[in-house]
């Protein structure tokens, strides 16, 4: 059995859409340890998919298998452990791109860079952050689509301090907005002026960034927070805020009350984060938080970075051992 796991992505906000004299869509997010997806691969006698998500699973096999002009293997993929979808953890990255990596293991292919990996199962078209954070993990920012069709250049990656820990907050009924959706929506909204897109960077270039760089807890937490809420505005048509509806605004609210400065809003939602000075500090922002929001349908989960990446994990005599080191994951 071949395993491989990967973690999940809170994206801090867009740069800019709508735009056509600055580069589309760019921004900055960073890969968490859990929730996590874990795939498994084993020999079968046709092509076979698994789990939750095996619809899916096959829909990014068929995309590989066109892409790559060859006919599935003989192997069955399997979610054991699923995030949840369409909450704002970019699940569908991280499923796609692990999909595609065990199948280029099964067939003996090559190392293949991470814009070609993704163009095979469809990914990237938007937001680069999940792709640049599948192979090595931290906090990624990226400049924005320069040529259509291409990835998004990766403007920096920076290793985030171990002790630094997110309170995630999810609502049990809600999803965020996806798919076809998702393309309608920014066709509704109007494009980013020039000068949001210029302070968005100014904040995460100036500011956020440099803060990380020199594990500025303070000053990287108030970045993040006024980075999320400029970026969010640029929604407003289509949330009718910064946030996805009015409990989003108000558990933000509720934990700045508290104390926690970092709090923002990944993606579409309806996950909010807060992020905190170690475990305990988030495990009293939990605790405040659901007091003060009690009765309402929330659930919460704690969790740090993942500066790492994916990784894979091989049975002794697995027989795609030999092309594991050509992943371009990290093995154990």
């Known amino acids: 059995m071949l395993e491989i796991r990967t973690p999940s992505r ?46 899916r699973i096959r829909e ?14 003989a192997v069955s993929i399997s979610a054991t452990h699923t995030p949840r979808q369409h909450v704002g953890l970019g699940l569908g990255t991280q499923l796609g791109l692990g999909v595609a990596t065990l199948l280029n293991c099964a067939c003996q292919i090559g190392h293949e860079s991470i814009e070609a990996l993704a163009a095979s199962v469809g990914r990237g078209a938007r937001s680069a952050v999940g792709c640049y954070g599948f192979r090595q993990g931290g906090f990624i920012a ?27 907050v999810f609502q049990t009924k809600r999803s965020g907005i996806s798919g076809t959706a998702e393309t309608t929506a920014f066709r509704q ?9 210029e302070e968005l960077k ?66 579409w939602g309806p996950t909010i984060f807060a992020l905190c000075t170690g475990r305990e500090q988030a495990e009293a922002a939990r605790e405040y938080l659901s007091e003060a929001l009690a009765g309402e349908e929330l659930e919460m989960e704690i969790t740090t970075t993942d500066n790492q990446g994916a990784h894979l994990i091989a049975d002794a005599g697995c027989e795609w051992y030999g092309t594991l080191e050509d992943s371009g994951v990290t093995l154990g």
Not at 148 to 163: C, K, Y
Not at 220 to 240: H, I, P, T
Not at 260 to 265: A, D, K, L, P
């Open 142 to 168: 990226e400049r924005g689509i320069e040529t259509p069709g291409h990835l998004s250049p990766l403007q920096t990656r920076i290793e985030v301090p171990a002790d630094w820990t997110f309170l995630l």
């Open 202 to 267: 100014r904040i995460l270039y100036e500011e956020m960034t440099p803060a990380l760089e020199a594990a500025e807890f303070d000053r990287f937490s108030d970045g993040l927070f006024r980075y999320g809420e400029l970026a969010g505005n640029c929604f407003v048509k289509v949330q009718g805020g910064a946030y996805l509806n009015q409990l989003s605004q108000r558990t933000v609210d509720t934990l700045q009350q508290f104390g926690v400065r970092g709090v923002g809003q990944s993606s």
């Open 10 to 55: 809170l994206h801090f906000g867009l740069l800019s859409f709508g735009n056509p004299s600055v580069a589309k869509y760019g921004g900055c997010g960073v890969m968490i340890e859990r929730p996590a997806l874990h795939l498994t691969l084993d020999p079968a006698d046709r092509f076979s998919a698994h789990g939750p998500t095996a619809g």
């Open 189 to 197: 909204l109007p494009p980013v002026p020039v000068e949001v897109t």
């Open 60 to 73: 990014f096999a068929d995309r590989w298998s066109r892409s790559h002009r060859r006919e599935l293997p």
